[in-house]
C-alpha cells in the first residue's frame, strides 16, 4: 500500500502508485494520479485534474493544480501535468490551465522549483530548468529547456524564454528572452552577454560557445535594425545550429525579444 499519514486526507478515488509517500496533513482531491517513487511532504495540497509523474518530491505547502488565477475561469475541466524527478520547495504553486488556452499547464522532468516559486495557468516549463525563490510566470508563458531564473524574476502573460537562458534576480520580462544569453535588468532587461559558463557546464564545445559569441556581436551591432541582425544571423548560422535556433526565435517572436 501507498504510505499515507493517517492525518492525511487522500480521496478514495485518487490513483497513487504502491509506494508513493503522503505527509502529514496533505490533502489529495479525487482526480490526481500519481506516479513511482514521489514523495509528498506534510500539508502538500494537490487538486484539480493533476497527474503527477515519478520520484517527485513536494514539499510542505505545495499546492499544484488548483484552479486558475482568471476571472474567464468558469469550471471547466482543464488540467495540470507534472513529469518525472522535479523538486517543488516550499509555498511553490502550480495552477491548472483555461479552456481559453490549451487547457493544461505543464511542467517536464528534472526542474527545481524554490520556495515561493509560482507557475500560472497554461504555462509550459521544459525539463532542468531552475527557478530560484520568488520567480514566477503569469499566464500562457513558455520557459524552454535548461532556463536558470533568477530570484523574484518575472515573466508576463504570452512570451517565450529561450532555452539555455540565464535571466538575473528581480528581471521584468515583458517580451520575449533570448535563448543561449545571459539577461538581466530590473526595468529593462537586455542580453548581455552569453551565458557560457552556464553552457559549458551543459556540455557545449567551446567551438560551439565561440559561434554564439559571433552571433552576439551580430546581435549588439545591429540591435535597432531587425533586417540587417536576422541577415548576419543568416550567415553565422549555416555552420551552427545553435545560431540558427537562435536566428529563428527571434524571427518568431511577436512582441519583439529583450535585446543587447
Not at 76 to 90: A, K, L, S, Y
Not at 151 to 177: E, H, K, L, S
Request: glycine share 10%.
Amino acid at each position: 500500500m501507498s504510505r499515507i499519514h493517517p492525518t492525511a486526507l487522500v480521496d478514495r478515488k485518487a490513483e497513487l502508485a504502491v509506494d508513493v509517500e503522503v505527509g502529514p496533513y496533505s490533502i489529495v482531491g479525487p482526480h490526481v494520479r500519481v506516479d513511482a517513487g514521489t514523495v509528498i511532504g506534510p500539508h502538500v495540497v494537490l487538486t484539480g485534474r493533476t497527474s503527477v509523474g515519478k520520484r517527485n518530491r513536494l514539499f510542505q505547502f505545495t499546492s499544484i493544480g488548483e484552479i486558475p488565477q482568471d476571472r474567464k475561469y468558469g469550471g471547466e475541466p482543464t488540467t495540470t501535468t507534472i513529469g518525472d524527478d522535479n523538486v517543488f520547495r516550499e509555498f511553490m504553486t502550480i495552477n491548472a490551465g483555461t479552456a481559453q488556452d490549451r487547457g493544461d499547464t505543464k511542467i517536464g522532468d528534472g526542474n527545481l522549483f524554490l520556495a515561493y516559486t509560482h507557475v500560472a495557468h497554461d504555462c509550459v516549463v521544459g525539463s532542468r530548468t531552475v527557478f530560484a525563490n520568488y520567480a514566477g510566470l503569469a499566464g500562457h508563458t513558455t520557459v524552454e529547456d535548461d532556463v536558470i531564473l533568477g530570484a523574484y524574476a518575472g515573466a508576463r502573460q504570452f512570451i517565450r524564454i529561450g532555452r539555455y537562458a540565464f535571466v538575473g534576480a528581480y528581471a521584468t520580462m515583458n517580451r520575449d528572452v533570448l535563448p543561449f544569453f545571459w539577461s538581466a535588468g530590473e526595468r529593462d532587461v537586455r542580453a548581455w552577454k552569453v551565458n557560457s559558463v552556464g553552457l559549458e557546464r551543459k556540455g557545449f564545445s567551446k567551438e560551439r560557445v565561440a559561434a554564439l559569441q559571433r552571433a552576439y556581436r551580430v546581435l549588439h551591432k545591429h540591435r535597432h535594425d531587425r533586417a540587417a541582425l536576422l541577415a548576419g544571423l543568416d550567415v553565422l548560422a549555416e555552420t551552427s545550429d545553435d545560431v540558427k535556433f537562435l536566428r529563428d526565435f527571434i524571427a518568431s517572436a511577436k512582441d519583439g525579444v529583450h535585446g543587447a
